[in-house]
């Protein structure tokens, strides 16, 4: 999977200078954007930039390719550079769109109840999370401590990663936005592991919702991929029953995203954003139609990407039926949650265009 | 109530020149800080001395003090600046801490379950907020338009307050941060009005908990009052059962505001932080329990701050029985939610020490 001129995904990166650089990726390589707009990447980070709006994303964008197929600007070499988190993390907000992992996740921790609640098919469930754990790509996971339940405060026995795909917003807002409007605010997406500790989210969640048990740590790819890139990967879509009115979406805003989840090298996911059941516009449109507004930064996670095959559960609370079952690894190990030294890497592509990947290793609590 | 030398709380003001300045208040003066640390307010917020410590902030404190004692420097009469919000909010986190508001509002949102979860006891239960829209009193508060029912997006039909306390999160952390070293990281106190559509929050809430039915608009005084103010006005915590043993606060860490609530200059509700489960140190310490850090700018609710009595119940929703009651105001109107053009005022106080107040008028949706 190449990272070509049709790619050219964002993140900053510190380099051998202790300096931190905006960039593009091009192959093996980065374009430093300080070049191409001295003012919107003076700081280093891509902060000024999402907030200038879509055309000034076009015109970067435009330019970073004329500069590149130029060929007469030296580009730094990817191994000579430690990319890092490109932006300043606003409002984190994670939602609960794949109806079969709301549905599987709803049996497991509701056996007594509905699977779906009766607003799950109206409007996109979602809650805010804690921006101040957001962190890049390759930040170690320490297992968090936790209250797993009435008695015992201790590490968590219930380690989980959760695969999705994460929607950065640029251009802030006023007002509601409409769902036809949502292009004009959405920048890029990224990969994000929302790694999630089973037992302490089963025993604080009643009445206020997963807290402690998520807020540890949400892992991200530090490249942001463009919507601009992904023109190929966008489709209608396709939602039964239909939404609430205003969030009917007649737009190509659902994006076919192929994601694989590895852990410890065997894949022990392949799943599609394509099976979403809400779509990034309608997340845009609820979360602004109680007047809320965006802020540049805002991060919004799509929830768990699962389809509806064996193969395609992208959570081990899935997979293991909550820890019934086990799922085996290449290396003859066999799991029910995450143990201390597990690298859980996610990556993400559509069609020739490359996600890249979110990484993060396991370490002891 | 005075704004006495020991009281001197802190904001940002913006004077007639357009200028933001940190100043503390005194009397109906406000104190420029930027003689007194030209560095740590230099940007005219109180950011860069939130983070700089305990030791800072009593250095700054005690150098306030000591210019308004020697008379000798002007100070500005508050009818010449407008406060604003003196901080950048990082995460807002609203806890429920009050177990009568726990109990009334889960005996009306779950009246066939028990009215505190097994959690509630254990832990303080908490959710993430929405920071980006914590604005500063005086904001007008458009009623928001939300999912009321399945078939129903309309402006809502149960607008609620609610009276809490915040804490402003100074001195970040990494790490867990134990009850006894919470001093370390708190500031001090504002007042909060978490508002609140019951009729979204209802259909919104299972099973991820609260979200665009609080998220339109969370007010906070201006006015940080210091916990260094606030000492006699501390307690030690009351707790029965027993809190989980890593939670134990042997501390003076129960505060004793007195919060008066009106709608359109009818008291209706007295109530006190003293009645509170809860205390703002095992908020810091379970909050970081599991490694999260805390971050300067750090907003911590209380919950609603309601007491046994009538009279003292923090928020309509307990006031009206979820609206089968009414309310009555003394200009002879009667109310089970809040009418557009309704202002609800919340004021509190310690002693001699007065936090202000935390203003908001409902403008219509």
């Given at each position: 999977m190449a990272y070509g001129l049709d790619n050219l995904p964002y993140a900053s990166v510190v380099g051998t200078d202790g300096r931190r650089r905006a960039?593009?990726?091009?192959?093996?390589?980065?374009?430093?954007?300080t070049p191409l707009d001295s003012t919107l990447f003076a700081d280093g980070t891509l902060d000024a930039f999402l907030g200038a709006g879509r055309q000034a994303w076009a015109d970067v964008r435009g330019r970073a390719q004329e500069t590149i197929e130029a060929g007469d600007t030296a580009l730094t070499p990817l191994t000579t550079v430690r990319p890092v988190l490109g932006f300043a993390v606003a409002d984190y907000v994670d939602f609960y769109a794949s109806i079969h992992h709301a549905t599987n996740a709803g049996r497991i921790f509701r056996p007594h109840g509905d699977a779906l609640a009766p607003n799950w098919t109206v409007v996109p469930v979602g809650y805010h999370g804690r921006?101040?754990?957001?962190?890049?790509?390759g930040t170690p996971v320490v297992r968090p401590t936790g209250q797993l339940d009435a008695t015992t405060f201790a590490p968590t026995r219930a380690l989980d990663f959760e695969a999705e795909l994460g929607f950065v917003v640029g251009?802030?807002?006023?007002g509601a936005v409409g769902v036809a409007d949502a292009d004009e605010h959405v920048f890029g997406v990224c990969l994000l592991d929302d790694w999630s500790a089973r037992d302490v989210q089963r025993f604080e969640t009643q009445p206020l919702g997963?807290?402690?048990?998520?807020?540890f740590a949400t892992s991200v790819s530090p490249w942001i991929t463009p919507l601009a890139a992904l023109q190929d990967a966008r489709f209608p879509s396709v939602q039964t029953p239909a939404p609430a009115d205003h969030l009917l979406d007649t737009g190509r805003h659902r994006l076919g995203i192929e994601l694989t989840v590895r852990v410890n090298d065997t894949v022990l996911c392949r799943s599609s954003t394509t099976d979403l059941h809400w779509t990034y516009a309608q997340f845009v449109a609820h979360l602004t139609s109680n007047g809320a507004p965006l802020r540049t930064g805002d991060l919004l996670g799509s929830g768990t990407v699962s389809g509806p095959e064996p193969g395609s559960l992208g959570c081990l609370l899935e997979m293991t039926r909550n820890g019934a079952e086990t799922v085996s690894l290449d290396d003859g190990g066999v799991r029910?949650?995450?143990e201390d030294g597990d690298e859980v890497v996610i990556t993400g592509s559509a069609g020739p265009i490359t996600l890249g990947e979110v990484r993060g290793r396991v370490a002891a609590g």
């Open positions: 960039v593009v990726r091009f192959g093996d390589d980065v374009l430093d954007l921006a101040g754990t957001v962190v890049a790509s251009t802030p807002s006023t997963p807290f402690l048990g998520k807020s029910t949650w995450l």
